[in-house]
């Protein structure tokens, strides 16, 4: 029995709107991108404020770089051929201006000069901390780790100072060339020693500069990701809180709903469909919906098809129990006779109404299990006929048709789509003058193919073209004997047609001559 709900599964329609008043963004984006984007935020932060900390902090130390080469070049070149009292003069000058603190060292590598010796000390290298968890330096630790940053020697003061201790110092002396070193000092700062020769006699300088302010800056910049990270991680939070309201909170609403329908409290429980939702939660409220209202119209169209069928077996079977009642009080061979005709007539009505009813039962679960396969309607139609023909089922009638084979190619069911064309011929049949001709057309007119079945007979008025496709329409000509149709035939003809995406109407003949015309519309095959 065909569903008469055809319903659009994503329409959007009347209905409680309990999603009208989340923002406009939360409705439009699928549930994934929100997921994605509440989760990835965070993490996004970090990462990015991870990399901008590496990025600033190599920045920070290549511009210390620069500056360490140019102060040593500048240096080397005012201690070269100075006095020893000029050369003291300057170590004190350049230290205590730049905060550096500056060795020189003889041709020998023996100390000649120490500016941290000759003055105060402008930079001092805390300890190492007592407390191993300090968090600054565990901050430190984990940041190089995660940045991949390679490991940097310890700076340490030597015992004995002297141009040996210092790596840097042999490869400034044996390639006379600037050579930059960075080191970690103990309380987790930066040292940058810068080593060049002096003059042409041998002596060589070293400048060391304790840059805290680097380790500071980075460590300010770090904190500040570090509060970033944390606020975008509070917002993540909030916003998969209202992210679970607006998952959950529907589906409760629609939990609710279908508890309701199933239950069968209240007939006009409405499934809430959330027409301003574009994502998945939207999806299922109209899909649900949707579901609901074609389930309690197949309903409807069962009590309804139970009730017509109790009423159109009722009539023969009180005509028949009437018929055989009378057959015991009745002498007369003549009537006895009749009431016989009256019962066998009346079972064949009831026979026909029973193979109908099961035939329109079975067709919609027989359809859903069936395999399409593809369909030539040219030939099928041409076997419909002669078989007709050898039966003597066109009752005398012409039937015309003529079409070219492999044009007319349709995906369907080769049985059913047979009994939707013997059904409208019997229905032409059934309304054609005995001499009259029944016209089989097929046309192709973009993707889709119709046939039409046109007859001679007093054709359809306009006002009752939809009713001949009611189940158990009764409207018959005068002539005919009632018991040979059941009044399903177009019925089931209009199931098998849009179980197959297509449509069956009724319409006048297209050449104005009296008659009607039943039409079918089927998706066509591609040619090719």
């Known amino acids: 029995m065909a569903d008469p709900a ?78 020893d009292a000029r050369q003291e003069a300057l170590l004190i000058q350049i230290g205590k201006e730049q905060r550096l603190r500056i060795r020189l060292y003889d041709a020998d590598g023996e100390l000649e000069g120490d500016s941290f010796a000759l003055s105060a000390p402008t930079f001092s290298i805390d300890a190492v901390p007592e407390d191993n968890r300090d968090f600054a330096l565990t901050l430190d630790r984990w940041f190089d780790r995660v940045v991949g940053a390679p490991p940097l020697p310890d700076y340490r003061e030597p015992q004995v100072d002297n141009a040996n201790a210092w790596p840097e ?66 917002v993540s939070t909030m916003l998969s809180l209202f992210l679970a309201q607006t998952i959950v909170r529907p589906l409760r609403e629609l939990v609710q709903a279908a508890v309701r329908v199933r239950q069968g409290r209240d007939r006009q429980v409405e499934v809430p469909r959330l027409p301003d939702r574009r994502d998945e939660i939207g999806m299922l409220a109209r899909a649900i919906s949707d579901m609901t209202h074609a389930l309690r119209m197949r309903i409807d169209a069962v009590e309804s098809f139970a009730a017509d069928v109790a009423h159109e077996i009722k009539n023969p079977l009180a ?83 003529d079409a070219e084979p492999g044009r007319y190619r349709v995906h369907g069911e080769p049985s059913r789509l047979e009994r939707v064309i013997s059904n409208l011929l019997d229905n032409s049949v059934s309304f054609s003058p005995p001499d009259g001709a029944i016209t089989i057309d097929l046309a192709r007119a973009d993707n889709w193919i119709t046939l039409s079945v046109c007859d001679e007979g007093p054709g359809i008025p306009e006002a ?8 158990f329409h009764s409207h018959r000509p005068q002539a005919e004997d009632f018991g040979n149709h059941s009044g399903l035939g177009l019925a089931i003809a209009r199931s098998i047609a849009e179980a197959h995406d297509g449509t069956l109407m009724a319409e006048s003949r297209p050449d104005g001559k009296n008659g009607a015309c039943l039409v079918l519309n089927l998706p066509a095959l591609r040619e090719g």
């Open 319 to 401: 005509s028949l129990r009437s018929a055989t009642e009378s057959l015991n009080r009745v002498d007369d061979p003549e009537l006895r006779v009749q009431l016989l005709d009256i019962a066998t007539h009346d079972v064949r009505r009831i026979d026909r109404l029973v193979t109908e009813i099961s035939e329109a039962s079975r067709i919609d679960a027989e359809l859903s299990r069936a395999t399409f396969e593809t369909v030539d309607l040219a030939s099928l139609v041409t076997n419909i006929i002669g078989s007709r023909e050898n039966r003597s089922e066109n009752e005398g009638r012409h039937v015309l048709f």
């Open 6 to 83: 055809r319903s659009n599964v994503l329409r959007d329609g009347p209905g409680p709107n309990p999603a009208a008043e989340k923002p406009r963004w939360s409705r439009r984006l699928s549930l994934t991108s929100r997921i994605l984007f509440v989760n990835v935020l965070p993490l996004v932060l970090l990462g990015g404020g991870v990399i901008y900390l590496d990025f600033y902090r190599k920045q920070l130390l290549d511009e210390r770089f620069k500056l360490a080469l140019v102060e040593a070049q500048i240096t080397a070149e005012a201690l070269a051929g100075a006095t």
């Open 169 to 234: 110092l042999d490869r400034a002396r044996s390639e006379s060339l600037t050579q930059i070193v960075l080191r970690d000092a103990a309380d987790g700062t930066h040292v940058i020693n810068a080593a060049a020769p002096v003059g042409l006699d041998g002596e060589t300088l070293l400048i060391t500069r304790n840059p805290i302010d680097i380790t500071e800056r980075v460590r300010e910049a770090r904190s500040t990701v570090a509060l970033v990270t944390l606020l975008a991680l509070f």
């Open 464 to 471: 009752r073209r939809e009713q001949v496709f009611q189940r």
